[in-house]
């Protein structure tokens, strides 16, 4: 249950192998479904069966070096921020830099000649940096996932001790003051950028929280409307929602018509009109009208919980691409430290290079490295890719989805509401006994209780020829892939469907639907439907990137491979039961990546069967559960923009891995060798995770063809 989830928000997390250092800590605990998230500085998890307590749980958090803030409390991080200690080193850090580079240029200023005076200035950045990145690094290092903080760290604080005994031996050569005090202070710049940027892969979480409605109007037994908060709000509960107001939950109307716009959630534009029997999303926005609505999702339930929650979960589940970078980064630091080491014990015994020169190759080394790149690369680049399909009304679940969907070669579609509209239309109705009105009347009954979107089609035709003629039933069962099939108070058997239901099934039932009463033909219904004018440009659009599209459907193989001739689609499977439906994205599955695409009701255990899973269900609580990608809007052209946002997702991942590769494996070597000076790796090491989160957040802004 949702109430059994245990909620922290947890000041002092960098980066990933923060997160990994916590996340460790509680699994050992013997806690559940722990999640840990830098990004959003969340902490979450399932007591289970752990005997731990949560005030144990916030004293752990606290011994690795990370901060639980109170709900509407502060800790000590709210006035010592990041931003004052930056500006605190760089206060003191400026001169000793200026003072080195006029040094380089002939120039003494003599106060700074003084070593004391150096050890003055350098005291408040080193301090500040031994502080901020040793508990981060010892943090880490109780974790068992050593950061980047752990080189920053050890770089930082052999300068400043190697300089200390060269000023109690009053030696110049030993002394390195500037290059202590700008390592921590060219850092925390970084760092200070790295968490500005970070924000902005957010973004999006925050722009669907803003979205929450803070109120609703409760219709009391009776019919006073009260106002309260939505958390107090049961399902079942009726609202009243007026024009210029939000849907404050989940629903349906039960009485009166809006107009309402949804473009928030589903990023559909239109207004969309809607009356009694409808859906609505919470905290889409009424443009005109008002009605009364009963609530059918409260909490972490709703739509809009559940985009949220899909949004900050997302980077969790990891695509194949980034495992190889997360085992590299567990060994980086370790490795690092080895080949500083060597650096200065090579460069001084083999070499013979001076032990001050040979130090300051291992410590540039050490600051030059950088795990971090490797560690952001995926999470900033799936949070920011994740956000843009929400914010289109595409939900996925997830950066491996994300991954596999870029690479889909067979695209699976049903048919019916799908590639066609779904609103089906009577053509012709043959009726083989005098009394239509209790045909009709049958017909609307029956199809009262399916959900295929030819039966609510019909029921609502029928709604309208019935006349209100009475017709009592028993029991009602609905036959997937067959029809419907109920029995009335007098022991009479009324079935409707395809012609399977009948003893002797045409030939060619074309698309007709049979209506039998103790096995007697009653009626023949013809109907009609018509293929979504997007579909076709869609299909296009799959066969230009290579994926090969294949239509598998109920329905009669006449009328399905004639809307396969309309789209250009090659590959038909038609007839199919929703067991045979399974077999078949099962085969085409294994031999190649297979999504199916379909209503995400019908068609949720081949959903669920497939690579991945692609419904086109308005906001269907079974569509959520059961596929790996939700278009909310229902929109079959929305797939171009799934498509086109993983894939480009998946090649900034690329490009942030290589990146976060190519510069350690190119700025490793150059520093051993001496060619960089300790100040100069700090620099760049401090821009190397800005330009991986960078790349990301321009992934916002791309244009996607």
């Known amino acids: 249950m949702a109430e059994d989830i245990i909620e922290l928000k ?212 009776s019919g006073t409307i009260v106002a309260l908060d939505p958390k107090e709000v049961q399902v079942g509960d009726i609202l009243q929602v007026n024009e210029g107001d939000q849907a404050p939950l989940d629903g349906v109307i039960t009485q009166g018509e809006a107009s309402v716009d949804e473009s928030m959630l589903t990023g559909e534009s239109i207004p969309v009109d809607k009356g009694p029997g409808d859906r609505v999303i919470g905290s889409s926005l009424l443009l005109n009208g008002n009605f009364r609505m009963q609530v059918t999702a409260t909490g972490r339930d709703t739509v809009l919980s559940q985009m949220i929650e899909l949004v900050k979960t997302a980077q969790q ?82 950066g491996q989805t994300l991954e596999i969907f870029s690479r889909i070669q067979n695209m699976v579609f049903d048919k019916t509401g799908t590639l066609t509209t779904g609103q089906f239309k009577i053509k012709n109705i043959t009726y083989h006994q005098s009394d239509e009105r209790r045909v009709n009347a049958i017909i609307y009954k029956l199809e009262q209780h399916s959900s295929h979107p030819i039966a609510k089609s019909l029921a609502r035709e029928m709604e309208r020829r019935q006349n209100g003629l009475q017709l ?56 009609a439907d018509e293929v979504k004018p997007a579909a076709r440009n869609v299909i296009a659009y799959l066969k230009a990137q290579g994926i090969h599209p294949v239509i598998l459907s109920g329905d009669h193989r006449a009328k399905t491979e004639e809307v396969a001739a309309e789209l250009g689609i090659g590959k038909v499977y038609a007839e199919q039961l929703p067991e045979q439906k399974l077999k078949v994205v099962e085969a085409l599955s294994a031999e190649a990546p297979t999504a199916m695409v379909g209503d995400g009701i019908n068609d949720a255990p081949a959903l669920a069967k497939a690579t991945v899973g692609v419904s086109l269900s308005n906001a269907s609580q079974v569509a959520i559960q059961s596929a790996q990608i939700v278009l909310l809007n229902g929109k079959i052209e929305y797939l171009e923009k799934a498509w086109g946002i993983s894939r480009h997702t998946v090649i900034t991942i690329r490009q942030n891995l290589f990146w976060a590769f190519a510069y350690n494996i190119v700025a490793i070597p150059v520093a051993a060798m001496g060619f960089l000076n300790p100040m100069w790796g700090a620099l760049f090491m401090a821009f190397s995770d800005v330009v991986v989160i960078g790349n990301s957040i321009r992934l916002k802004y791309k244009r996607i063809e």
Not at 73 to 100: C, M, N, Q, Y
Not at 478 to 498: F, K, P
Request: hydrophobic residues 45%.
């Open 10 to 221: 947890v000041e002092g997390m960098t980066c990933n192998n923060c997160a990994a250092s916590l996340n460790r800590f509680l699994e050992r605990k013997g806690v559940e479904d722990v999640y840990v998230n830098f990004q959003t500085k969340e902490v979450r998890y399932r007591q289970g069966n752990s005997a731990i307590s949560l005030e144990d749980v916030k004293k752990g958090i606290h011994k690795l070096g990370y901060s639980v803030v109170e709900e509407g409390g502060r800790t000590a991080r709210d006035w010592w921020t990041l931003e004052r200690k930056l500006l605190i080193s760089a206060v003191f850090a400026l001169p000793l830099l200026l003072h080195h580079l006029l040094m380089m240029g002939g120039i003494h200023l003599p106060l700074l000649d003084n070593f004391w005076w150096q050890l003055a200035f350098c005291l408040p950045p080193f301090v500040i940096g031994f502080t901020h990145f040793g508990r981060s690094a010892l943090a880490s290092l109780k974790g068992g996932v050593p950061n980047m903080d752990v080189l920053i760290f050890v770089g930082g604080t052999a300068a400043f001790i190697y300089s200390l005994i060269g000023t109690l031996m009053w030696e110049a050569s030993y002394i390195f003051y500037e290059t202590s005090a700008t390592i921590f202070t060219l850092v925390l710049v970084g760092n200070w950028m790295e968490h500005r940027a970070i924000e902005q892969t957010t973004t999006a979480i925050g722009e669907l929280a803003k979205l929450q409605v803070k109120k609703a109007s409760r219709v009391t037994a």
């Open 317 to 398: 589940d990891k695509p194949d691409i980034q495992r190889l970078a997360d085992r590299i980064s567990a060994i980086f630091v370790p490795v690092v430290l080895s080949i500083a080491l060597l650096t200065l014990l090579i460069g001084h015994f083999a070499f013979g290079l001076p032990f001050q020169k040979a130090l300051m190759n291992a410590i540039a080394v050490l600051v030059i490295s950088c795990p971090c790149a490797m560690g952001l690369a995926t999470p900033t680049a799936v949070m920011v890719g994740v956000g843009r399909l929400a914010r289109n009304g595409i939900l996925v679940k997830g």
């Open 472 to 527: 009592d039933l028993e029991s009602v069962e609905e036959q997937r892939g067959v029809g419907v099939a109920a029995r009335d108070t007098a022991g009479n058997e009324y079935r409707i469907g395809s012609g399977r239901i009948l003893a002797h099934p045409p030939v060619d039932g074309g698309q007709s639907l049979y209506l039998t009463e103790n096995g007697e033909l009653l009626a023949t219904i013809e109907i």
